[in-house]
C-alpha cells in the first residue's frame, strides 16, 4: 500500500472515531487496515530474513525504497489505535495483528550501523549494470535517488534506465504475442516489473492494455467466486463467515480498481448481497450496543441511551431479537432513576476502601486491561466507571477475595485514568485519604525494589524514604499503614540487594567462560553462513561478558575475573580468515583469466568454513579442467585432435605446401602423363563428287596426325590421304585408313580432302592446365590448387562435356581419398557435386566417351547442367573461406566473462559489457560447452566464456571472411560444416 494510501486509510479511521462507529462501512475499514498492517509485518518479516541471511543490500534497498517501509509502519501505528481496537473486539470486526515493533527497531538499528550506504549502494549499482536483467541495477539506482536527491547524475541516469526498463518490457511482450492467448506469460512479465518498482504505466499502451486486461479478468474471477458461495447461506447462516469472505472481495476489488469493470450482473449481484450484509451487520451492531446498555448503564442516561438507539433502529430497518425485546420491556425506569443518586454515595465510600485494598494485596497497580466483547464502545467509557463501580458496592457481602481484586483492579485502572478522573465529581476526590504525591513516592519505591539493583539505586532509595518522612510526620494516624509497607520493602530491598550482587558476579563469570567456549567453536563452523553467525554470537557474548563485569565491578568493586583476551584473539583470527575469503571471492567475480580463476577456486576449497557443498562443486570443477581444454578443442574442431593441430601450424593453411602420398602421386603420374590425351588432333575434311565445290564438309578427330601422299600439278591431282581415325565409339584405329582425292584439268574433283591437322583444343588444354596443374601436385603444389583445377574444367565451354566429366571424376578419387588434406571437407557444395557427378556417370563416362559419334553430334546435357551449376556454386571460394574459419578459430581463445554463483545466479565480470553477446557456458556437471542463454539453469561454478580473436568476437571472423571472399558464413549449407562455435 503506497504512502498517500495509508494516510488516507488512517484518516477515514480517525474521523470514524470521533463520531459514531459502526456499520458496513467500518467493517470494510478494519478489513483494510488488517490488511495494511498484514503487508508491513510480512515485508518486515522478509527484510529481516534478508539481514540475517548477510544480503544488507536487498534489505536495505526494500526498506528505504519508496514508499518507505518504516514510515508506513508508523503511519499505522496512530493515536487511537488502542480505541480502534477495541472497537473492532467489541462489534466483532477484524482485529489486525500487533506491528512487529521488535522487528522495527532491529531494521532501525541495522540501518544505523551501515557506515557508508552511499558507497554500498553506487558498487552494487555498478556491479548489476552489466547484468543483461536492467531492472535489478533501476532498484538499487532508485535507492540512491531517493536517498540522495540532490545527485543529478544519478537522476538522469534513473530516467534512462527506466526508459530501458520500458523498451525490454514491451519487447518482451511483443515477443509474447497476442495477449488474450499467452495471459500467464504476461501476467508474469507484468508482475515482475511490479515487483522490481517499475510503474506499470511507465511501459507504454500495449503494457497498460495487458496489465488492464489481467487487473478485470481477476476482479471477475473474484466476484464469480464469492457469488458462487454466496448462493449457499442463506438468512438463518453464519452470516459473520459471509461478511468476512464479501470483505476480502470488496477489498480485493479495491485494490484492483475494478469495481467497474466487472460483468453487470456480477455487479447486480454483489449489490444484492451488500445490501443484505448492510442490514445484517447494523442489525447486530444495534442489538449488541442495546444489549451493552441494559448491563452497564443506569437512570437516566441508559434511558436516553436506549431511546436512541430504538429510534436509529427504527429509522434504519434493524431488527431487534426477541429476548431483548422482553428485557426492554421489563426495565423500570424509577429504579433507574433512584439509581444515579445511590452511585454517588457508592463511589465516594468505595474508592478509597479499594485502592487501599489494591496497594495492600496487589503490591503494585496493574496496567488498563484491554477490553473484551463485553466492554462498550470508547465512546461511553464513564457509563463503565459507574456501572462498575456501582454493581461491586451492592454486591460487597457476596463476593469472594478474587472478586474483591478484580473489582481493585477496574476501579484502580479507572482512577488512575486522566479522562475518567476528570468526570469524577469534585468531592469524591477530596475524600482520598491519602496525599496522591506520597502514593505516588510508595509506587516508586515499589517499583526501585522490582528493578535490578544497580549502583545508585542507594541514592534513588534514600531520596524517596526522605521525601515519604515528610509525609508521615505530618499526618503518621493516616500514614501509619502505609509507613509500615515502606520498611517492609526497605527489608526486601536490602534482601534483593545481596541477591543482585550475588547473581551479577555469577553472571559475569559465566558470562566469560560462555565467551570462551564459543570462541573455540569456531574453528568447528561448517558453512560460511555459519562462521557469520558463531562471529556475531562470540562478538555477543564478549560485549556481554564486559557489560556483565562492569556491572558486577559498578555493584561490587572488588570483583576479580579472568580475562578474555583468548577469546578476541580467537575473534579476530575468525575474522581476518572471514575477510581473506571475501576478498577470495571479490577476486573470482573479477576475474577472466581460466589459471586464475582456477586457482582462486583451489584457494577457496581451503577454507574450513567453507561449506561441504560448496568444496564439493569446487573439486568437481577442478577435476573437469581438462574436460574443458578438450571441450574447447571440439568447439573449434569436434573429435579431429591431429587436423586441429594441422591447422594450428600454418599461417593460411589453404595455401600451404602439400606433398601428395605414394599412392596420390601414382594416380597424379597416370593421369598426366597419358599418351591419349596428349596427341588427339583435328582436322578439317571435305567430300567431292564432281565439280567444283565440296557435296559435304566436317571436323574430324584423329589419333595421328594426317599423312599426304602424292602432289598437285598443273590444275589436276592424284593424292592419297592416310588417316589414323577413331571408330563409332571412339576408339582408334588399328591401322591407317587409305582415302583418294581426284582433281582433273577440267576442274571437276572426286573423293575425300583432308586440311592439314593441328592438336586438338581438348589435347592443347590438357598440355598446357591439366597437365602443368598435376605437375605441380606432385612437386608440393598449395592443397588448393586441384581444387582450383576442377572449377578451371567446368568453366571451359569449348570442351565436350563427356571430356570434362571424365577429368572431374580422375580428380574427385584423388582428394575424396584424403578429403581434410587436400581441403575438400570445407566444401559442402564440392562433395554434393561430387556425388552428383558419380551417380550421372553411370560406368559410361571413359577416357575417349567424348569422342564417340553420337556424343559428338548430340553433346549430354546432362552434363552440361552439372558444370553449369557447379560454377555458380563457386566451390572454391567456399573451400578457402571455410578454412579461413577453421583456421582463424584455431588461433583464437576462449576468456572467461563470469561464472555461476552458489544460488545458481550468473555472474558477469566487471568489463563484461564489452564482449560480444555470443556466448557459451561450461556445465562442470555435463563437461560440456554450449551455447549460453541468460536464465539457462546451470550448476554452481560452471564457467560462462566469449570466444576472442583478435581482439574481436565471432563476428570480427565473418566479417573478414566475407569481405575478402565474398562468402556469407552464416549461410544454412554451412551449418554441418562449421564449429560448433559459429553455429547458431
Avoid at 501 to 515: G, M, P, Q, Y
Avoid at 696 to 712: A, D, F, T
Wanted: glycine residues 4%; charged residues 30%.
Amino acid at each position: 500500500m503506497a504512502d498517500a494510501a495509508t494516510k488516507e486509510l488512517v484518516l477515514q479511521i480517525e474521523n470514524a472515531l470521533k463520531g459514531d462507529i459502526g456499520g458496513h462501512e467500518a467493517a470494510k475499514l478494519a478489513w483494510s487496515y488488517a490488511d495494511a498492517v498484514e503487508s508491513v509485518n510480512a515485508e518486515l518479516m522478509q527484510c529481516a530474513d534478508l539481514f540475517a541471511d548477510g544480503n544488507v543490500l536487498e534489505a536495505f534497498v526494500k526498506i528505504r525504497l519508496k514508499p518507505r517501509l518504516l514510515e508506513r509502519m508508523s503511519q499505522l501505528r496512530f493515536d487511537g489505535l488502542k480505541a480502534w481496537n477495541e472497537c473492532c473486539a467489541f462489534l466483532g470486526w477484524r482485529k489486525a495483528e500487533p506491528l512487529k515493533e521488535d522487528l522495527a527497531r532491529f531494521l532501525t538499528e541495522s540501518l544505523e550501523d551501515i557506515a557508508d550506504p552511499k558507497e554500498i549502494l553506487i558498487k552494487a549499482f555498478r556491479e548489476e549494470r552489466s547484468s543483461s536483467d536492467p531492472l535489478k541495477s533501476l532498484l538499487v539506482l532508485k535507492t540512491l535517488c531517493s536517498e540522495y536527491p540532490n545527485e543529478k547524475d544519478y537522476l538522469i541516469e534513473r530516467d534512462r534506465l527506466i526508459t530501458r526498463c520500458q523498451e525490454d518490457a514491451e519487447r518482451k511482450l511483443q515477443k509474447i504475442g497476442d495477449v488474450s492467448k499467452n495471459q500467464s506469460a504476461a501476467k508474469e512479465l507484468i508482475e515482475k516489473c511490479l515487483s522490481n518498482g517499475l510503474a506499470i504505466e511507465e511501459a507504454g499502451k500495449r503494457f497498460i492494455t495487458t496489465e488492464e486486461l489481467l487487473r478485470v479478468e481477476a476482479a471477475n474471477e473474484c466476484a464469480r467466486g464469492f457469488i458462487s458461495k454466496a448462493k449457499s447461506y442463506d438468512s438463518g447462516s453464519d452470516w459473520h463467515s459471509h461478511e468476512r469472505e464479501f470483505l476480502a472481495c470488496d477489498c480485493l476489488l479495491d485494490r484492483l480498481d475494478a469495481h467497474e469493470k466487472i460483468d453487470a450482473k456480477d455487479k447486480e449481484s454483489l449489490g444484492e448481497v451488500s445490501s443484505h450484509l448492510y442490514s445484517l451487520r447494523g442489525s447486530y451492531e444495534v442489538n449488541l450496543q442495546i444489549r451493552n446498555t441494559l448491563s452497564t448503564t443506569s437512570g437516566k442516561k441508559r434511558k436516553k441511551k436506549l431511546e436512541r438507539l430504538m429510534a436509529h433502529a427504527n429509522v434504519m430497518g434493524y431488527e431487534i431479537d426477541e429476548q431483548l425485546r422482553s428485557e426492554l420491556s421489563s426495565v423500570d425506569v424509577n429504579d433507574e432513576e433512584n439509581s444515579s443518586t445511590l452511585l454517588i454515595t457508592f463511589l465516594g465510600i468505595l474508592l478509597p476502601m479499594l485502592v487501599v485494598a489494591g496497594w495492600i494485596y496487589k503490591g503494585v497497580v496493574l496496567d488498563v486491561p484491554e477490553y473484551s466483547e463485553e466492554v462498550p464502545t470508547i465512546a461511553e467509557i464513564s457509563d463503565v466507571t459507574e456501572a462498575s463501580a456501582l454493581e461491586q458496592a451492592s454486591e460487597e457481602n457476596e463476593e469472594d477475595v478474587s472478586k474483591i481484586d478484580s473489582t481493585t483492579k477496574v476501579v484502580e485502572d479507572l482512577v488512575n485514568t486522566d479522562e475518567v478522573v476528570a468526570r469524577v465529581e469534585p468531592e469524591i476526590v477530596e475524600e482520598l485519604p491519602v496525599d496522591p504525591e506520597y502514593v505516588e513516592l510508595l509506587e516508586q519505591f515499589r517499583a526501585l525494589v522490582a528493578e535490578e539493583y544497580t549502583g545508585n539505586s542507594d541514592e534513588k532509595l534514600l531520596r524517596i524514604r526522605n521525601e515519604a518522612k515528610v509525609f508521615e510526620e505530618v499526618d503518621q494516624e493516616n500514614y501509619r499503614d502505609i509507613g509500615i509497607e515502606f520498611a517492609a520493602l526497605y527489608i526486601e530491598y536490602e534482601m534483593n540487594k545481596e541477591k543482585c550482587i550475588k547473581e551479577l558476579e555469577t553472571l559475569a563469570d559465566f558470562s566469560i567462560l560462555e565467551a570462551k567456549r564459543l570462541s573455540d567453536e569456531l574453528e568447528l563452523a561448517t558453512s560460511e553462513q555459519q562462521m557469520d553467525s558463531q562471529i556475531e554470537s562470540v562478538e555477543a557474548a564478549i560485549e556481554k561478558a564486559y557489560k556483565a563485569t562492569n556491572d558486577a565491578k559498578e555493584v561490587q568493586p572488588g570483583y576479580q575475573f579472568d580475562g578474555l583476551e583468548g577469546a578476541e584473539e580467537s575473534l579476530y583470527g575468525a575474522k581476518q580468515s572471514v575477510e581473506f575469503l571475501r576478498a577470495l571471492r571479490e577476486e573470482l567475480r573479477s576475474c577472466r583469466s581460466l589459471e586464475s580463476y582456477y586457482s582462486l577456486l583451489g584457494g577457496l576449497a581451503e577454507y574450513s568454513f567453507v561449506s561441504k557443498e560448496e568444496r564439493d562443486l569446487i573439486a568437481t570443477a577442478l577435476a573437469n579442467r581438462l574436460d574443458m581444454k578438450e571441450a574447447v578443442q571440439r568447439m573449434v574442431l569436434p573429435d579431429r585432435p591431429d587436423d586441429w593441430e594441422q591447422l594450428k601450424r600454418h599461417d593460411n593453411y589453404m595455401e600451404s605446401s602439400v606433398m601428395p602420398s605414394p599412392d596420390e602421386l601414382s594416380a597424379m603420374m597416370e593421369l598426366a602423363h597419358e599418351p591419349f590425351f596428349t596427341s588427339v588432333y583435328i582436322s578439317t575434311f571435305q567430300y567431292y563428287q564432281g565439280g567444283y565445290e565440296p557435296q559435304g564438309e566436317r571436323l574430324v578427330y584423329l589419333s595421328e596426325p594426317i599423312q599426304k601422299i602424292g602432289e598437285e600439278k598443273d590444275g589436276s591431282a592424284n593424292i592419297t590421304f592416310k588417316e589414323y581415325g577413331f571408330d563409332e565409339d571412339g576408339n582408334p584405329h588399328n591401322k591407317p585408313r587409305n582415302l583418294n582425292y581426284i582433281k582433273r584439268e577440267s576442274g571437276e574433283v572426286f573423293g575425300f580432302y583432308y586440311e592439314p591437322s593441328v592438336l586438338s583444343p581438348e589435347s592443347q588444354y590438357f598440355v598446357d592446365v591439366v597437365q602443368a596443374t598435376l605437375d605441380d601436385a606432385m612437386s608440393g603444389a598449395t592443397r588448393s590448387g586441384l581444387i582450383g583445377l576442377l572449377q578451371s574444367i567446368a568453366s571451359q565451354t569449348n570442351l565436350p562435356p563427356m571430356l570434362k566429366a571424365y577429368w572431374s571424376l580422375s580428380l574427385f578419387e584423388i582428394v575424396d581419398a584424403n578429403s581434410f588434406k587436400w581441403g575438400t571437407e570445407f566444401s559442402p557444395a564440392l562433395e554434393r557435386f561430387s556425388n552428383l557427378a558419380k551417380k550421372l556417370a553411370r560406368n559410361e563416362v571413359t577416357r575417349n566417351a567424348w569422342l564417340r559419334v553420337e556424343e559428338r553430334r548430340n553433346p549430354s546435357i546432362e552434363w552440361i547442367n552439372y558444370f553449369e551449376d557447379f560454377l555458380e556454386a563457386d566451390p572454391l571460394s567456399e573451400m578457402l573461406a571455410l578454412a579461413d574459419v577453421f583456421n582463424s578459430s584455431s588461433k583464437g581463445a576462449f576468456s572467461q566473462v563470469g561464472f555461476v554463483k552458489m544460488d545458481g545466479e550468473a555472474h558477469f565480470c566487471n568489463d563484461s559489457a564489452s564482449v560480444d553477446d555470443i556466448l557459451w557456458s561450461f556445465d562442470i556437471e555435463t563437461s560440456s560447452i554450449e551455447r549460453y542463454r541468460d536464465g539457462d539453469p546451470l550448476p554452481a561454478y560452471s564457467i560462462l566464456l566469449s570466444f576472442e580473436y583478435q581482439g574481436g568476437s565471432i563476428e570480427t571472423i565473418k566479417r573478414d571472411i566475407e569481405a575478402e571472399r565474398g562468402v556469407d558464413v552464416d549461410d544454412i549449407r554451412f551449418a554441418d560444416r562449421l564449429p560448433p562455435l559459429f553455429v547458431p
